[in-house]
């Protein structure tokens, strides 16, 4: 199980046992429902269902049964996972699961291959290259500050999470030269690195990119503007796979 999936199965039984044990359970339904910032439709239709159904549980109408609270959670999760899973890493954060230093973490249901992320994030290849030939199932967005003054050990490991197939992006980047070297200590590799937010005259390539080749890590420096576009995009990495692979199948 990897570790955002082990997160979501923590947040299902939370948001499971809150309902069961609640003197209200219409009330909770509802608190989790605004906690995700869902609409009664937008659950309704996930559920296969109509607002009016959803309204009915809250008020107290109706009495949610253990399989229409599994369908419950499973729905408000699926419907965060589709926007970005930021109530998630929320969830994760508050239960000190978290660190700080992640910005934004996803793993993919479809394989994405490296050109693609290169080409969504506007990346110049420093080194490696050739590794771009693979495909990443996920990948994880850290405040390399951060992550210098805050990261344990443990805490590396939550960065590539059970599966090293995944981007592993490094913003507010002043040279590359501690990324590097932190990957270079540590026993599980990235399958792609990359930095954001330094210029091409600034990277290390003494060290940095030494590394990257030794240990046979495509090395990429991201040129979107911000590190907000900078998630978008690798948020949207999953829906180009999907529409690639879709206009593949129809050539």
């Not at 359970?25 to 607002?51: D, I, N």
């Not at 693609?116 to 290849?125: Q, T």
């Not at 995944?166 to 930095?195: C, D, E, N, Q, W």
Request: net charge positive.
């Amino acid at each position: 199980m990897s570790f955002l999936e082990a997160v979501k199965s923590s947040l299902s039984r939370k948001i499971a046992g809150d309902l069961v044990f609640a003197e209200n359970p219409g009330a909770a339904m509802r608190h989790w429902r605004e906690f995700f910032g869902v609409s009664q439709t937008a659950l309704g239709k996930k559920l296969g269902t109509s607002a009016s159904v959803v309204s009915d549980y809250e008020l107290g109408r109706r009495s949610p049964g253990s399989g229409f609270i599994r369908r419950f959670t499973g729905a408000l999760i699926a419907i965060d996972e589709e926007s970005g899973g930021q109530h998630i890493l929320e969830f994760a954060r508050s239960m000190s699961t978290l660190p700080d230093a992640i910005l934004d973490m996803r793993d993919f249901r479809l394989p994405v291959s490296g050109h693609l992320l290169c080409e969504a994030i506007d990346c110049m290849v420093l080194a490696y290259r050739e590794g771009l030939r693979q495909n990443v199932y996920g990948y994880t967005v850290v405040d390399s500050v951060k992550a210098i003054l805050t990261l344990s050990g443990s805490d590396f490991m939550r960065l590539v999470g059970s599966t090293t197939e995944r981007a592993l992006v490094f913003t507010g980047v002043t040279h590359g030269r501690s990324p590097m070297v932190a990957i270079r200590l540590y026993p599980l590799k990235p399958r792609i690195v990359v930095l954001h937010g330094l210029k091409e005259e600034s990277v290390d390539r003494d060290l940095a990119l030494k590394i990257a080749e030794s240990e046979r890590i495509p090395l990429l420096l991201s040129r979107t503007p911000t590190v907000d576009s900078l998630i978008q995009s690798l948020r949207s990495l999953e829906g180009r796979a999907r529409a690639a692979s879709q206009k593949e199948s129809r050539d």
